[in-house]
């Protein structure tokens, strides 16, 4: 199985700062690789698929890059209502799916 | 626009069965894969597995193989998805989930049911 390992696995940063988290796969999954952001009793929602596609609606301060196995997301200027817990799934190995262990945002 | 409704929180004893549904509403609910993902209090997530609601295939993680069915019933456009021999690590919030793609699995995630608690104690 595929395992994902996203880090930090929390993170405490100021308004307007440019937050970077990262995920990497244990094997070559090319760009198939999502994320979410879960806000605290509510479901997750899509924000970049592909590995780098922003998903319609979301803010264009948020961003992803990457393929192979090693991934970033990014938020170029964090805003109050980014707090929320973030994570990556990746899509290639089936039949599992399989998600990162979840980045907790917060702020400083 | 795009909906599901899941169904409300069960409370079940050890060994016993829970079924959990998935109304879907605002597409042609044939034409696109249900996943289901679960996560735990304080936990990450962890899907489950996925089905096609045209075919009625599925595909489960070999963790569940033998203890979860996913069926749908396409008269009422409503996914379920039913845990057996339930243990009380199987306690957790349960989200059905539309794939994003037409007819072919895409594996991503684009719509979100509100979640399901399912409370697994004696």
């Known amino acids: 199985d595929i395992q994902m390992t996203q880090s930090p696995s929390s993170l405490s940063a100021s308004v307007g700062d440019r937050v970077t988290i990262t995920c990497q796969a244990s094997?070559?999954?090319?760009?198939?690789l999502n994320w979410y952001q879960q806000k605290p009793g509510k479901a997750p929602k899509l924000l970049i698929y592909?590995?780098?596609n922003l998903e319609t609606g979301v803010p264009s301060r948020f961003s992803g890059s990457g393929s192979g196995t090693d991934f970033t997301f990014t938020i170029s200027s964090l805003q109050p209502e980014d707090i929320a817990t973030y994570y990556c799934?990746?899509?290639?190995?089936?039949?599992?799916?399989?998600f990162g262990q979840g980045t907790k945002l917060e702020i400083k | 626009q795009v909906q599901l409704v899941q169904s409300g929180a069960e409370v079940k004893k050890p060994g016993a069965s829970v079924k959990v549904s998935c109304k879907a509403s605002?597409?042609?609910?044939?034409?696109?894969?249900m996943h289901w993902v679960r996560q735990a209090p304080g936990q990450g997530l962890e899907w489950m597995g996925w089905?096609?609601?045209?075919?009625?295939?599925?595909n489960y993680a070999q963790k569940f193989q033998g203890r979860v069915t996913m069926t749908r019933d396409t008269s009422i456009s409503t996914a379920y998805m039913e845990l057996s021999r339930l243990r009380s690590d199987d306690t957790a919030v349960y989200y059905c989930?539309?794939?994003?793609?037409?007819?072919?699995?895409?594996?991503?995630?684009?719509?979100w049911g509100q979640g399901t608690l399912v409370t697994v104690s004696s």
């Open positions: 989930a539309r794939d994003l793609g037409y007819v072919a699995v895409a594996g991503t995630l684009g719509y």
């Open positions: 605002g597409y042609t609910f044939t034409g696109y894969y």
């Open positions: 089905i096609n609601p045209n075919s009625g295939g599925t």
């Open positions: 094997q070559d999954i090319s760009n198939y």
């Open positions: 592909d590995a780098s």
């Open positions: 799934q990746q899509y290639d190995n089936l039949p599992l799916y399989t």
